[in-house]
């Protein structure tokens, strides 16, 4: 009896570790991929999931800023891919004092002068302490921290952040285009 017990635990010893020596490390937690929600500057909330599997821009913007005539070229980025499952996040931010008072002025000024339909949040902190949590996570994983308005980060259809422009690197350009078109021909 004694024999059958020490048998059967070398076998269950021997069977744990040929498990543990051939099996493939579990890699779910690298590809997890994690969603950010935004208050919407006009209620609700703008979930990032609603673009797995698609790429996303976020760009941290500002009412009265020498680059805020971006918000054009950021319409027209975002009606020229929107289509095929880009999306846009503008994101106001008062971090570098360039921004006006409240979402509803902010709001307006949008609409008014640059007929913004894109996803647009409420006014958020990007960088420091109280930075959103996207922008945090962009920080501690990528390094990404904007140093001024308009600062772009694209992420890819894997969910991962693949690229960042500054402030003076217009929506439009082709170093944004391309990897937006590559990402999305990735996502058909």
């Not at 918000?71 to 880009?86: I, M, P, S, T, V």
Request: aromatic letters at 12%.
């Amino acid at each position: 009896m004694q024999n059958y017990i020490i048998s059967s635990k070398q076998n269950l010893f021997m069977l744990i570790l040929t498990m543990l020596l051939f099996t493939p490390p579990s890699t779910s937690s690298a590809n997890e991929v994690t969603y950010y929600n935004f208050p919407a500057i006009e209620g609700g909330t703008i979930s990032t999931e609603q673009w797995a599997g698609k790429p996303y821009l976020v760009v941290n913007t500002a009412s009265q800023c020498a680059f805020t005539k971006q918000y054009a070229d950021l319409q027209r980025l975002y009606d020229k891919y929107r289509n095929e499952g880009f999306g846009l996040i503008a994101v106001p931010s008062d971090d570098f004092r360039q921004e006006l008072g409240s979402d509803a002025e902010i709001k307006d000024f949008c609409e008014l002068n640059y007929d913004i339909d894109m996803p647009m949040t409420s006014s958020l902190s990007v960088k420091g302490p109280d930075a959103h949590p996207f922008f945090k996570a962009m920080s501690d994983q990528a390094d990404y921290i904007p140093e001024w308005n308009f600062y772009k980060i694209l992420i890819g259809v894997n969910g991962r952040a693949i690229g960042s422009w500054g402030s003076t690197t217009k929506p439009m350009a082709g170093k944004i285009t391309k990897v937006i078109e590559a990402e999305l021909a990735k996502s058909h």
